[in-house]
């Protein structure tokens, strides 16, 4: 696979090549505390990778206190060097040795703002960062989660940002890096969900740089990232309301064109697996034209202008099947087809249901309503007879996360 290498990795600092994120927390905690200001350590979290003055800022805007920010930050840095934060994350040696192997670049993408950064680095991680090119608070006006650090580290080392990776550890970077149009590799190397760094953009989510060092090599021998295609024109062959198709002329990113890339655009589509009081799925079976078959299905339908994913979900339950109520959560968003579909499905569990009226139905649905038992919805999947891929995907989640016990 060689040969195709990457030829930048860009590290975020604290949480990923330091080990200094519980030490910034005790810092941040106690030298705001000495300014009147209590907060959780969750904030910390959730906002690190902003610089120091956009923290504080932060913390003004959040509690309508004004705060002599150089004071603070003065004060935070001082504890932090008390509490020695500088410790090397472990395993991160042995991801930058890896990526020396393979001969690529690695420095430093970091919103921090002490001078010292250079020797510290080049104490813990002797020739393994190319720290004249690092980037620190003092490289760019706007901070993370702005691109602009990661954009500031592409443009010294003359790399593209499709051959670029990022390795971060906080929410805010991973934006950052997604928007600089990165890789980007999550190291969960704190406390916060692993949703909150997918949410930001990560392509990947490791638990610790340890975790990462053996799969590093990996994810540099993945040559470019594929780059977006440019619309040039573009037009409807038809438009109604259950069909509308779109023609695209685009332009590939090697300047290749196709004038012909059809899009069809439905509108955005919800589903439901309800569960009664009692444990059963609320099933349907109805006539489906395509395939020109009957089959089951759970409950299915279109977002209506001005509705959320979960106000369509329930009308939609009432009107098929009559039932409603009960705990609902959002179980997956999916496409049946991203190349030429343009909408999303919204899939929602909803845990004990009841049958609160009859069923309201359009003149073109014609539905019966069955109550299968979880045992019973596992062999129709096994056994290949639900055919919506829409349906059979959060049905296959739901029982990869609840398994039969018999
Ligand atoms: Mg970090």
Redesign the pocket.
């Known amino acids: 696979m060689q040969g195709n290498l990457k030829k930048l990795v860009m590290f975020?600092?604290?949480?990923?090549l330091l080990d200094s994120?519980p030490t910034h927390i005790l810092a941040w905690t106690q030298a705001l505390k000495e300014h009147g200001v209590d907060i959780e350590p969750d904030f910390i979290y959730l906002n690190?990778?902003r610089t120091g003055k956009d923290t504080i800022e932060l913390i003004e805007k959040q509690t309508g206190r004004k705060l002599d920010w150089t004071a603070v930050y003065r004060r935070k840095s001082e504890l932090f060097r008390r509490h020695g934060g500088n410790r090397p994350m472990t395993g991160t040696l042995e991801v930058l040795n890896e990526i020396k192997k393979y001969g690529v670049r690695s420095i430093v993408v970091t919103g921090s703002g002490h001078n010292g950064l250079k020797d510290i680095l080049e104490g813990l991680y002797p020739s393994l960062l190319d720290n004249n090119n690092m980037v620190t608070a003092y490289d760019t006006v706007r901070g993370k989660p702005y691109p602009d650090p990661y954009l500031e580290g592409l443009r010294k080392t003359g790399a593209p940002a499709a051959e670029a990776i990022v390795i971060?550890?906080?929410p805010l970077?991973v934006q950052a890096a997604h928007d600089a149009g990165c890789f980007v590799i999550a190291v969960n190397t704190g406390i916060l969900p692993d949703s909150a760094l997918w949410d930001a953009g990560a392509d990947i989510v490791f638990h610790s740089m340890a975790e990462l060092a053996p799969a590093i090599h990996r994810f540099l021998q993945t040559g470019s990232e594929p780059g977006l295609w440019k619309t040039k024109s573009s037009g409807y062959l038809i438009k109604r309301p259950w069909l509308t198709a779109r023609k695209d002329h685009v332009v590939l990113p090697d300047g290749h064109e196709n004038p012909e890339h059809w899009v069809i655009e439905y509108s955005n589509w919800v589903n439901v697996i309800a569960i009664t009081k009692e444990g059963e799925f609320v099933f349907e079976r109805q006539y489906r034209h395509g395939l020109g078959i009957v089959e089951y299905e759970i409950c299915a339908g279109v977002i209506e202008d001005g509705e959320t994913p979960l106000e369509a979900a329930k009308r939609e339950l009432l009107e098929e099947t009559g039932y409603c109520g009960g705990d609902w959560s959002l179980e997956m968003v999916t496409c049946q087809n991203p190349s030429v579909c343009s909408n999303l499905t919204y899939c929602f569990i909803a845990r004990g249901v009841e049958q609160a009226s009859g069923q309201k139905l359009d003149y073109t649905e014609d539905i019966s309503v069955h109550l299968l038992s979880a045992k019973e919805v596992h062999s129709l999947l096994k056994a290949d007879r639900l055919k919506q891929a829409l349906m059979t995907a959060p049905l296959w989640k739901y029982f990869a996360e609840n398994p039969l016990t018999e």
């Open positions: 975020d600092m604290d949480g990923v994120i690190e990778g971060e550890n906080a970077g």
